[in-house]
């Protein structure tokens, strides 16, 4: 009798042995790929899956997003510059069989095929465009790398570049030429201002001459600017501009009286008779009077 119980209670370990072997859950994100006797049945869908005991084998695949950081890489480009460039690669199993039969380690393998093709298409391009134009660099070594792993069930979905880490001359370097830049920047806005600011004077001295209140309106309002300002008394002649004009008339006016005394004394001298008048004669008048020049007689033919 005891006998018998023993061999029960093996026989309900070993069923419950087998059934543990026997029974697999595949999760959402996974598939199962299902091996019999070392070859591949099928893959098996999410949910409840029964096994026969030591004759199947099923592997596991997750086909989420897995996100991969590519090591930093020693790089020298086009134009001979060493740089070290990191990047970050996204990459999903599309096909479970082939991850499984086709690759052993699917992670290692596109780590390392992701640094060498990193370092090959970086060296194909020179400095700038490897900090300007990223877009394109990331575009081709997911180009050439999903060449490689879609032979092994993997899709590449993105690739970008994450860190750069330039020479500290090179840095340096780059100051200085971003500082020239915007020097040059500078200089050619305040130009620019100058010209407008020219142009703008211009047009405003043209309509001042138009109008000459315009002028003596203006000083008034830099009157009041520096009253509210400096909070100050100041005196300003309003007919400041006007004696101004006036001194110059004068000046003009003296050039001309000049200029015809000059003629007068320039046609006394050629003139080749004069005649004199006593000054008794004339009444008590000044002496010298100016000279009278004696035209000569026209002749007739």
Request: aromatic share 4%.
């Amino acid at each position: 009798m005891i006998g018998w119980i023993v061999i029960g209670i093996v026989v309900v370990v070993v069923a419950l042995l087998l059934l543990a072997l026997s029974i697999r859950v595949v999760v959402q994100y996974e598939r199962g790929v299902l091996l019999r006797f070392g070859r591949v049945i099928g893959v098996r869908e999410p949910g409840l899956r029964f096994l026969i005991p030591i004759v199947d084998r099923m592997a596991r695949v997750s086909m989420r997003v897995v996100t991969m950081p590519i090591q930093s890489q020693g790089i020298i480009t086009r134009d001979n510059v060493s740089v070290d460039i990191s990047a970050v690669a996204y990459f999903r199993v599309v096909d479970a069989v082939k991850s499984v039969v086709a690759i052993e380690n699917v992670r290692a393998a596109i780590d390392q095929i992701a640094q060498t093709t990193l370092r090959k298409v970086v060296g194909q391009h020179s400095l700038d465009q490897a900090l300007a134009d990223t877009d394109t660099i990331n575009s081709d070594i997911r180009r050439i790398l999903d060449m490689t792993t879609l032979e092994w069930g993997v899709e590449v979905t993105l690739v970008e570049l994450k860190d750069i880490q330039l020479p500290e001359s090179m840095k340096r370097a780059m100051a200085r030429q971003a500082e020239a830049e915007r020097e040059k920047r500078a200089k050619i806005i305040a130009a620019e201002g100058e010209s407008m600011a020219a142009a703008s004077l211009g047009e405003a001295a043209d309509t001042m001459s138009a109008h000459p209140i315009a002028l003596q309106l203006r000083n008034l309002q830099t009157l009041v600017e520096i009253g509210v300002e400096k909070n100050t008394t100041v005196v300003f002649p309003a007919q400041l501009m006007s004696a101004i004009t006036d001194i110059e008339n004068l000046f003009v006016r003296e050039n001309s009286a000049a200029k015809r005394v000059g003629d007068s004394e320039a046609a006394v001298q050629q003139t080749d008779r004069v005649a004199p008048i006593d000054g008794a004669v004339r009444g008590g008048l000044d002496w010298p009077l100016p000279a009278v020049p004696i035209a000569a007689p026209a002749t007739t033919r």
